[in-house]
């Protein structure tokens, strides 16, 4: 799995993308409510490489996970 990240700050993005990638269904791409923030998913077809979009008040993240790429 490779991830991606973008927007908000280093410790939220690395939460954010973490709960996406291990605190679900391998691959399941579930939307992720962590840390206030609301992260929807570009698709929640499985196993499927995902952009997820993260919203908290103004605050913005967005984080893409490729469930074939490198570790």
Do not use: H
């Given at each position: 799995?490779?991830?991606?990240?973008?927007?908000?700050s280093?410790?939220?993005?690395r939460?954010?993308?973490?709960?996406?990638?291990?605190?679900q269904p391998?691959?399941?791409?579930?939307?992720?409510?962590r840390d206030g923030?609301?992260?929807?998913?570009s698709?929640r077809?499985?196993?499927?490489?995902?952009?997820?979009?993260?919203?908290?008040?103004?605050q913005?993240?967005?984080?893409?996970?490729?469930w074939?790429g490198?570790?």
């Amino acid at each position: 799995m490779k991830i991606e990240l973008t927007g908000a700050s280093c410790d939220e993005r690395r939460r954010l993308a973490l709960a996406a990638a291990l605190g679900q269904p391998a691959g399941a791409n579930l939307p992720v409510r962590r840390d206030g923030f609301d992260c929807e998913p570009s698709t929640r077809e499985r196993g499927v490489d995902v952009t997820y979009s993260c919203t908290k008040a103004s605050q913005r993240a967005r984080f893409a996970i490729s469930w074939g790429g490198e570790q």
